[in-house]
């Protein structure tokens, strides 16, 4: 299991989108799925920017299907409607996406099914 926790700032973002690139392409994803991860991660992140805490990343690139999450702590929650343009491009990007929410905490998980390849 892989976690990093970065400072609630934009520029922050990149780092989270490098090392779940990283990550990714450890977990043996295709390099279109590891671009798609790239991207999901960043948006979630977009969106759990508003509670203005440190974002957390946590990652196993052992699991299957291969899954990431990205979360915050924070007293307020964070809105993520399903119907927002954010929850289409994470639909979009990632094999499965959920949203979940308990008191105090925001996380956003996401699969991704690793394709079996010929060797």
């Keep these: 299991m892989i976690s990093l926790t970065v400072p609630a700032e934009p520029s ?3 780092v989270i989108r490098a090392t779940a690139g990283s990550i990714a392409a450890r977990a ?3 390099l279109d799925q590891i671009d798609d991860v790239r991207m999901a991660v960043e948006e979630a992140g977009v969106v759990l920017l508003a509670a203005g805490v440190p974002i ?3 990652a196993d690139p052992t699991s299957s299907p291969f899954r990431i999450e990205v979360s915050v702590q924070s007293a307020d929650g964070v809105e993520m409607g399903r119907d927002t343009l954010a929850w289409v491009i994470l639909q979009g990007m990632t094999d ?3 949203l979940q929410q308990s ?3 925001t ?3 996401m699969q991704f099914q690793q394709v079996a390849t010929a060797r």
């Design 12 to 14: 922050a973002l990149a």
């Design 28 to 30: 043996s994803l295709t």
């Design 56 to 58: 957390t990343m946590t």
């Design 96 to 98: 499965h996406v959920d």
């Design 103 to 105: 008191t105090g905490q």
């Design 107 to 109: 996380t956003v998980v």
